[in-house]
């Protein structure tokens, strides 16, 4: 392998000792909001999501529920047979967006580099502002307890000099986690975890290391990378990394990020379109939602699909003009998914959805001039947020989204 040389890994690894990332990641932040909101629910066993009579799948757990094995991404009707005292509350998805954007402002007082995943998750690069707040773990400290105080929800967050591990910390004291890992202590902290934690490492790669009594992330490092590209090919050099705490992915800032997507990752693989389907929308309402919090329009969309064996295609098409509608988004994507991803009876791992090619200039012009054949369909899309946001989701669904 030649595609990387020791001077340009010790630059790589020089340089990251250098960043400061923090991952923050709310704890059943669906489920946490509810209870904060609605006292009669802090301490029992809550799901949001979809109904039982349905199709309806799991949004968000509370830990009370996951003790009985409820978990996000199950069918609400096996949610309830685990745990037949659950407590069913439907989303509120634009009002998790104004919770979210609370949490943004506390964030956007340490950094301006913020990156979310979701609503509920996002990573920060603190490494040209945590000096001024004393380093930063105490910047994870601080904005751990801000939110708490400000906001009565618990995060999780991990600090670590590169995304890969700031998110692995976060996650593993979870809930009510604060880790931060220095750059000396990077190996250490890796060496005992599972491979399943390395990006891409799911069951089937888990096994090929397996079958050469690999286990643990430390066991891999011991891995040549000559050994590693005869077994894995193109993503021996992803598994070198990564497993000697290489990741020198920037954080994206959403406004400077050419596109805004967002995936699930399913506990259990899914074959059902139907259930597939309802993900989707429920993808794309919030994918959406965050396009018109950040005054952009989209042209282009993206659905990704991911199967338990680990192969993913992407399928993209450009509207007919850019916009900010959900609906539009949302035909687009269904026809993506019934036209271009075969329904083979292949069970599904992940599903994803995107907008590209943004715009902020398309979406002053929307909102100025209010054409005739977009005002309709984005006044229903601000009639629907505003009694979504008054009497919850479950008030109004869109036609599409049944779930
Ligand atoms: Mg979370």
């Known amino acids: 392998m030649d595609s990387i040389t020791a001077g340009e890994l010790s630059a790589a690894v020089s340089s990251q000792k250098l960043r400061k990332i923090i991952h923050v990641d709310m704890d059943a932040f669906y489920a946490s909001v509810e209870q904060r909101d609605r006292p009669e629910l802090r301490g029992k066993p ?34 309830v047979q685990l745990c037949p005292d659950l407590a069913i ?29 979701s609503l509920d998750e996002a990573f920060l690069d603190v490494t040209a502002t945590a000096h001024l707040y004393g380093g930063a773990e105490k910047v994870g400290i601080a904005v751990k307890s801000r939110i708490r105080d400000e906001l009565s929800l618990v995060a999780s967050v991990g600090v670590a000099p590169c995304k890969f591990v700031a998110k692995i910390a976060s996650d593993i004291r979870k809930p009510d986690a604060f880790v931060c890992v220095s750059p000396a202590d990077v190996l250490r ?13 799911g069951k089937v790669t888990a096994r090929q290391f397996r079958n ?17 590209a005869e077994l894995f090919g193109n993503s021996a050099q992803h598994y070198w990394e990564l497993s000697h705490g290489i990741d020198d992915r920037p954080v994206v800032c959403d ?9 699930t990752t399913f506990h259990e693989d899914i074959a059902d379109r139907s259930i597939l389907e309802s993900w989707l929308s429920l993808l794309v309402e919030s994918v959406a939602r965050r396009l018109r919090n950040q005054e952009l329009t989209g042209r282009g969309i993206e659905i990704k699909v991911r199967y338990s064996d680990f192969r993913s295609i992407t399928r993209s098409m450009m509207l007919q003009q850019s916009t900010d509608v959900t609906n539009v988004f949302l ?37 100025l001039l209010d054409e005739e054949d977009t005002i309709k369909p984005r006044t229903i899309d601000a009639i629907s947020d505003t009694i979504a946001n008054r009497f919850g989701r479950g008030a109004i669904q869109r036609g599409k989204s049944k779930r």
Request: aromatic share 6%.
């Open 46 to 79: 809550l799901a949001v999501g979809g109904s039982a009579d349905g199709r309806g799948v799991v949004a968000a757990a509370s830990y009370e529920a996951r003790k009985h094995g409820v978990h996000s991404a199950m069918a609400m009707r096996k949610a």
């Open 89 to 117: 509350v439907r989303p509120r998805i634009d009002y998790y967006s104004k919770v979210s954007k609370s949490i943004h402002e506390i964030f956007r007082a340490y950094t301006p580099i913020i990156e979310p995943l």
């Open 189 to 201: 902290f890796l060496e005992p975890l599972p491979i399943e934690r390395i990006w891409g490492v």
């Open 212 to 228: 050469r009594s690999i286990r643990t992330i430390g066991e891999l490092r011991q891995l040549s990378l000559e050994t590693l």
């Open 255 to 263: 406004r400077e990020a050419k596109s805004i997507s967002s995936e």
């Open 331 to 367: 035909e687009g994507a269904e026809a993506l998914l019934r036209t271009k991803v075969p329904d083979d009876g292949r069970s599904v791992r992940l599903i994803g959805f995107g907008i590209h090619h943004l715009s902020h200039e398309e979406y002053r012009q929307l909102h």
